[in-house]
């Protein structure tokens, strides 16, 4: 197989040449081909299943021949291979087919007959925890898998799989005292992740092994829930990594692996899958998110408190939901120093396809809500906003309210470059002109490994679970041990990763690769200097939340940054056009200056998608616009002017940046309204939303809050007795 | 790939592909580009026995301005936009083609194919009503033409007959002024949600409101009293929303597009300089 990372700054580069070997270009001599059957219901029990139409030549699994398989899930154990007796969303997996065609496989799916009685779903995170609201499942058992890596805290008999909360000071009493408190609700849409390449995987059982070839981000998590569904040892899985053509978190955990590999124990041969377009919006989207804020300051905008309850649209799958939830909760309130803070963040079950891990991991949903409150409060107060928060900003040595303490803190230097970069200051009123400021967690506790192995040939072979997926966690891994071994690049190679040859990792998440590797990569040379042969290098970041009270670590390193955006409306259709964003991102020391500058355009791309148009629609829980003629993103000629900085320190260490310039992009240009007198409230900020904002005079619907604000109560009493 | 995909008919001359239109009408689908045909199959919309396929059939490709714009059905979007001769005579077409998707598709779909389709959300087919554009019908019977108001009739719905091919189009000159205002909601690459396609030729004002219901809509009553100078262009833009019945689809609600024909069709009314 071609190494992809080979020179990738030139016209050579395999990805330009067509070289590159993705997952779903993966072969292997009599292989077969896999196609899914799905739920066209959002919940019913399965009656009956027909598959005696189907010719021979084509096999067929079903739920008959994966009774002996275990239940799985990265974080709760609620999924099965194939749905077994209900269906929880439209597109659920329920019979799989294998042939030696694709087409053959395609042709049989018509021919399956299944009788379905249909169940009462709910849809919306809000509609779910209403008293009486259907269960998408009754019982909810925690994964061994270690990817449930924190306490916690489904609640039986309710759909919420996880509920985490901050309890920091007093804040029922420290409202009581502010000059001004202001609250609102916030909302948020789904939102696909649409990589080019979609979802692939490749399975086969060989000499008592299970092998699999996968585009993943989380090969061992994956090793660790197929070994659970087979009932074997870890040791049993092999799992192979080519590159991907794209993830943003949506090939993270078991999505089409553990179908391969029962189709692949059935027929007993190779088995691939490959999803169509549409099947991506029934595999993996963005959650929903509903959160009601409200902050409370002294006159001179001192922040007192702040309380804040979210719920994160998890769909008919916890997957990494409880992980999302626990990250929007613990980064909501915000790069601040309030000295009371209450949060309370629920995973929410309904009848949707699953939502899970989305470039950013629910940092987006919270930094919407909390920094457009921010805007909201200095208005009350007739503050600048952004004098406002650099009054109350997390400094050098500050402690956040989880009780840990701030280091290395730029939080004021990036949203200092970014107010300047859109000219903030040019005018009094700022209309046209929002910021935004924000801090992110990145996968904490984690452990990363690197071995080093010196080659007869004198070259170096890097072994390592690193996954590459477009974002340059290769090549900058590989130009770190260069530099560190004095060689050139091009001696250092970096093969697909394989589990039964790279050191354990935790996972390729949370834009923490490069940095975590840059400090395993120093051990591990070291190791080799001692050796001579192969270097070993380890690095493990303890910490971790108390799930009842959020006190602890929630990051043994944060991810800062700013952002800002000059915009103007077209006040009678509501039509927004964003002149300008700007994002100043916090990189410590850059590795590779174009790659770094590429994962902050990209981000502010997908940033944009997500503030203006991207949004998936339903109806009775049926994705209505599965493709991209219906689902739109954002073109080369909706970029507007994007400006971006990479704050850098001297000594520094290596911060992750490949998520950061996302999250704040929403909550600049909502609060670029605001400075315009238009108030938003939800994601995405379409034309249709910004008129009914304008008719409304830019005013709060009252009527609206007051609802959301008794199903906040209702919804926080209910989550408080259990 | 084996299997049974849709047998794929391929003639080479004009007279042959209508003796299979006739022969075959409604079992084979008529494909000019494929931007329509092939997305529709590709997600399982369209699943034809066959299709007609025009691209090897000679001499369908081209822009003849002489007087009267004259467009052969397989002339792709591009070439309209970039056609001088459409971009002199004809300014404000060559802008609505421009309009469309992305180059990649503008490079591949074709005038005949877009008209033929009749999709409520393409651009051109407004501004081929308000420019007076007549299809050229052919079929077994003779030829026929017919005005793009009365060609499309509703949601992919056209008056060709089963054995008729579109074999051209014709624009006639004489063109003072156009304008093509496409409201996007969402991505530039996107259909629009509403679009406002005016000409003004000698006096007389032909305004259509394109992709906010099945067909676009033109009112010459509405655009007589403009040009006469009785209706202010507010008022206009209000009547043409109270008459207009919106569709709503994921670029806008019905209620919505009420409001954005009523502003749109004032603004083009106003770029026309009528106040």
Redesign the interface.
Known sequence: MSDPTRSSDTMSDPRADGSIRYSQDMEMEGMWHARILRSPYAHARIRRIDTSAVPEGVVVLTRDDIRDLNRYGCQIRDESVLAMDEVMFVGAPVVAVAAA?R??AD?ALPLIDVDYDELPAVFTEMEAIAPGAPLVHPRHYISENDAAYFGMRPIDGTNICHRFRIRHGDVDRAFAECDVVVEEVFTTDSAAHVPMEPHASLARWHEGRLEVWSGTQTPFNNRMDLAGIFGLQPEQVRIVCPPMGGSFGAKTFVRTEAIAAALARKTGRPVKVVLDR?EEWQTMNRHPATLWMKIGAMRDGTLVAKHVACWANTGAHADSGPGVAQKMGYASPGPYRIPNVWVDSHCVYTNTPPNGAYRGYGQMQCIWASERLMDMLARRLDMDPYTLRMKNILREGDTYCTGEIMHDVAFEECLRRSAEAIGYHTSDDHAGKGVCVLMKGMQTPSRASIAIEAEDDGTFTIRCATIEMGQGARPAIRQMAAELLGVPMERVTYPDPDTDLVPYDTRTTSSRSTHVMSRALVEAVRDLEKNGKRGVGEVTDKGGLDPDTGQGIASSHWHQGAAGAVVDVDV??G?LHVRHVHASIYAGKVVRRAAAELQNEGSIIMGLGTA??ENI?FDGGQV??A?L??Y???????MPRITHDLVEREGAQVYGLGETALPPIPAAIGNALAASGIHMTALPM???RV?ASIDGGGTVDEARRREMRDIVEAGLHRSEKS | ???NGPQWLAPTSLDEALGMRAELQEEATVVAGGTFVG?LMN?GFMAPAALLSLRGVPGLSYIRADGELRIGPMTTHRAMELSPDVRRGWPALARAFGEVA?PRVRNQATVGGVLADADYASDPPAMFLAMGARAVLRGPKGVREVPIENFILGYYETALAPDELLVEVRVPGGVEAGVYRK?R???????P?VSVAAVRRGGELRLAVGAATSTPQYFPDLCAAVGSGTRRAREIGEEYASRIEPISD?R??AE?RR??IA??VRRALEELAYV
């Open positions: 065609t087409r053959a042709e549409a009678e259709t039509k203006l148009f629609t209505t616009n493709n003629s219906d739109n993103i954002p073109s080369f000629h909706d379409t034309a249709e008129l | 790939m084996e299997g997305v997600v992305s409201f909601t969402r991505s530039s690459e996107d259909r949600c994921s806008g609600s919505y409001r954005v502003v749109e």
